[in-house]
T-cell receptor
Framework: AQSVAQPEDQVNVAEGNPLTVKCTYSVSGNPYLFWYVQYPNRGLQFLLKYITGDNLVKGSYGFEAEFNKSQTSFHLKKPSALVSDSALYFCAVRDYGNNRLAFGKGNQVVVIP | DAGVIQSPRHEVTEMGQEVTLRCKPISGHDYLFWYRQTMMRGLELLIYFNNNVPIDDSGMPEDRFSAKMPNASFSTLKIQPSEPRDSAVYFC???????????????FGPGTRLTVT
């Protein structure tokens, strides 16, 4: 079964600094990879996805993620963090031919003014 | 589009009572998913439907939980009888046909926060 790991519980970063949220995955076939963000008392919002093509994908709110097949990673990045980026971030993976998404445990991002 | 709509947003009930959570997916979406989120277990998939038919209910914790989708615009998740350990946030999500439309992302509703005392 597919799975993802988000090794850090919380990521603290100063406003204006680069933000990285790590994710590694495990699947039996080609991975479909996603990042979602959850603000307090809200549902998950889709940020970006990797299905095929360029390893660097760009998404909403200035976020991007890099797919690295050899390292089975899909880290989320933002060049300059904003206080409003403080939220819970989830990585998810879907096996080709499988309609289930496996979510990581989530990373709390705290951007310090 | 209004997005995925869930009701109620908050539900407080006593142990043993029946609880019904409701979801209206995005119009035109073929898939509907029910998730549960807790601090201890994170986000868990309970069940999902394709064209109103339940496809995978292996995540449903026990027989006290049941889900239905009588038509393309409505689904319910029922817990009977409810227990304190069912306290969680329940999310509904929907998506287009995963292969036909090559749109694989799911869109989530705001969730229902359930508290069972």
């Amino acid at each position: 079964a597919q799975s993802v790991a988000q090794p850090e519980d919380q990521v603290n970063v100063a406003e204006g600094n680069p933000l990285t949220v790590k994710c590694t995955y495990s699947v039996s076939g080609n991975p479909y990879l996603f990042w979602y963000v959850q603000y307090p008392n809200r549902g998950l919002q889709f940020l970006l996805k990797y299905i095929t093509g360029d390893n660097l994908v760009k998404g909403s709110y200035g976020f991007e993620a890099e797919f690295n097949k050899s390292q089975t990673s899909f880290h989320l990045k933002k060049p300059s963090a904003l206080v409003s980026d403080s939220a819970l971030y989830f990585c998810a993976v879907r096996d080709y031919g499988n309609n289930r998404l496996a979510f990581g445990k989530g990373n709390q991002v705290v951007v310090i003014p | 589009d209004a997005g995925v709509i869930q009701s109620p947003r908050h539900e407080v009930t006593e142990m043993g009572q029946e609880v019904t959570l409701r979801c209206k997916p995005i119009s035109g979406h073929d898939y509907l998913f029910w998730y549960r989120q807790t601090m201890m277990r994170g986000l868990e998939l309970l069940i999902y439907f394709n064209n109103n038919v339940p496809i995978d209910d292996s995540g449903m914790p026990e027989d006290r939980f049941s889900a239905k989708m009588p038509n393309a615009s409505f689904s319910t998740l029922k817990i009977q009888p409810s227990e304190p350990r069912d306290s969680a946030v329940y999310f509904c999500a929907s998506s287009l046909d995963l292969h036909r439309d090559r749109q694989y992302e799911q869109y989530f509703g705001p969730g229902t926060r359930l508290t069972v005392t």
